[in-house]
């Protein structure tokens, strides 16, 4: 069964491997590739299954690699959380790979695209399994070195800065993040999280000062809101993603944007929340670092719905109305999270439950509309509203795509942005009955602005892109029939999580019961090599 954990790995490393051996041979690189994708997605599926879903499952499962125990060697863990995470990735990896053969062109295609996009998956995969902080640091910087070379892909003056500038806020996010983990390694004498976790939560039996921990989690806040585009940090997010290839931006918005939000939970609600440090913020129980986060990153949340909605509603162009939108989107995310800090008992794992919900709803839809606009824009050759109008007419199939990808982004039932903004705006009301009303009123004001937002620019996409007579860009638009099969694809991805929601809001709370039950995460990790450092 443990053996399992390190196969979604061990797929996408050795698919990219092969793409890159095959780059003298397109057409056998191309369906490598692909089949690369499925047989990752299935990987996935079938772990998922086996050690978290199934009737006979464990919960978790844990990977010694080398065969070095805990806390010693290096550890993967495949709990609900990871599990949910990973499930995200394989849709969206999917659905990008497929656009992508049909999109990017030949030529750009052997330019090491290929090896590229699995490299990404390697460095995503890794961070939601890892389980130590070092090592989730070298699988965020696999992920980002691969992401500034898509950024880059077309190399375009544009292009060129908007990667230039990715990467220069990224390396100052990347050594502040070194220091972090260097801080915690000080303080606690282990990087593995389970035997951090452990050692927080008993500081007496383990000679630790906890207290440290709480400015050094700070430090990895900020990191991990970088990364995932979180106000004040937000600035990279719509130049990168409307310079990279709009395959590779679906993957940035629906799965690399949810690595940051996936570490701020695994750590501060799985290693840091046991930590006994008493901190003072009012309406705010105290007690643990949450105390900390949940004030911090709810104020993030608010101004990324306040500057992501705004911005989107000013916007011209698709791909920036998108990009500003998944600015707006994941304070929604980060919003729920700060309910689930500021919480306790049951409400913190409902809130985690309406976070995760959420993401998904993002990664979905998020991934279903940049693939709807670069299948327009392949079309007409512009993805500008004021030359676009009356797509609906030329191609009603994927018009009806995009048009389910915005719904659900207002959040109409039965879709599934219905469903994480009902729980989210649930979770905020309901800790309006706790000591932190304060910031659940906040929240829930701030929810209330975004979902008017939301509309509001989705509406203007719809009725100044789609609706209305054929302007000339229009006209000679020739529809490529395999791209739209994807776009379509996903809106019924979409539609049918949304109908069946049952059995992925119980996925959602396996997750957030792993991620509050540090316990059971150190159970599973076995830390069979003691506890010492």
């Known amino acids: 069964m443990t053996g399992l954990v390190v196969a979604p ?9 092969l793409a ?57 863990v ?21 656009f992508s053969v049909r999109y990017v062109s030949a030529e750009n295609q052997r330019v090491y695209y290929h090896p590229l996009f699995h490299l990404l998956s390697v460095g995503v995969t890794g961070a939601f399994l890892t389980g130590d902080l070092f090592n989730l640091f070298v699988w965020f910087e696999v992920m980002l070195i691969v992401s500034y070379v898509f950024v880059a892909f077309y190399g375009t003056d544009y292009a060129t800065a908007a990667s230039f500038r990715y990467l220069v806020l990224n390396v100052f996010g990347s050594a502040l993040m070194l220091v972090a983990i260097g801080g915690l390694y000080a303080t606690t004498g282990t ?3 389970a035997d951090m976790a452990r050692r927080l939560a008993e500081p007496a039996a383990y000679g630790v000062d906890p207290a440290p921990a709480v400015g050094l989690a700070a430090l ?30 679906a993957m940035f918005a629906g799965v690399t944007k949810k690595v940051g939000m996936y570490a701020i939970v695994r750590l501060y609600f799985t290693v840091f929340a046991g930590a006994p440090v008493g901190i003072d913020v009012p309406g705010v129980p105290g007690g643990s670092p949450l105390a900390f986060l949940a004030p911090v ?41 700060a309910v689930a800090a500021a919480a306790t008992g049951p409400l913190r794992g409902v809130a985690i439950a309406a976070a995760l919900v959420f993401a998904l709803h993002h990664s979905l839809a998020k991934g279903l509309l940049f693939l709807g606009a670069a299948a327009v824009k392949d079309a007409t050759g ?68 975004g979902a008017v937002l939301t509309i509001l620019y989705t509406t203007r996409v719809w009725a100044r892109g789609f609706w209305g007579l054929e302007t000339p860009a229009v006209e000679v638009a020739t529809v490529d029939t395999g791209q739209v099969a994807v776009v379509a694809a996903l809106a019924v991805v979409v539609v049918l999580v949304g109908v069946g929601f049952d059995p992925v809001y119980q996925f959602a709370e396996t ?23």
Not at 84 to 97: D, Q
């Open 297 to 337: 990153l709810a104020a993030m949340g608010v101004a990324s719905i306040l500057v992501g909605g705004f911005g989107a509603v000013g916007q011209d162009r698709l791909e920036r109305v998108f990009a500003y939108s998944s600015v707006g989107q994941v304070g929604f995310i980060a919003v729920a999270v």
């Open 382 to 449: 512009t993805d500008s509203l004021p030359d676009l109008g009356g797509v609906a007419g030329r191609s009603p199939v994927l018009s009806s795509a995009i048009f389910v990808g915005l719904l659900s982004l207002v959040g109409l039932p039965p879709l599934t942005g219905f469903f994480g903004k009902l729980l989210t705006f649930d979770a905020a009301a309901r800790g309006l009955a706790t000591d932190a009303r304060a910031l659940s009123a906040l929240a829930l004001a701030a929810l209330l602005l």
């Open 20 to 76: 890159l051996a095959l780059g003298r041979r397109p057409r056998v690189q191309r369906a490598a590739s692909v089949a690369g994708v499925a047989a990752y997605a299935a990987a996935v599926f079938a772990v998922v299954w086996a050690v978290v879903l199934g009737p006979d499952a464990p919960g978790a499962a844990a990977y010694q690699l080398g065969g070095w125990p805990a806390p010693f060697g290096i550890t993967l």
């Open 220 to 249: 990895l806040l900020a990191v991990f809101a970088l990364k995932a585009g979180l106000v004040p940090f937000q600035f990279w997010v719509p130049a990168a993603y409307t310079a990279a290839p709009p395959p590779v931006t």
């Open 78 to 98: 495949l709990d609900g959380l990871s599990a949910f995470m990973l499930t995200i990735t394989a849709v969206v990896g999917l659905a990008s790979m497929l």
């Open 9 to 17: 790995l061990l797929v996408v490393l050795v698919t990219a491997v």
């Open 511 to 533: 997750a957030a019961s792993a991620a509050v039950d540090s316990e059971a995460y150190v159970d599973v990790v076995g830390l069979d090599g003691g506890g010492s450092a």
């Open 191 to 193: 990087l593995n999280m």
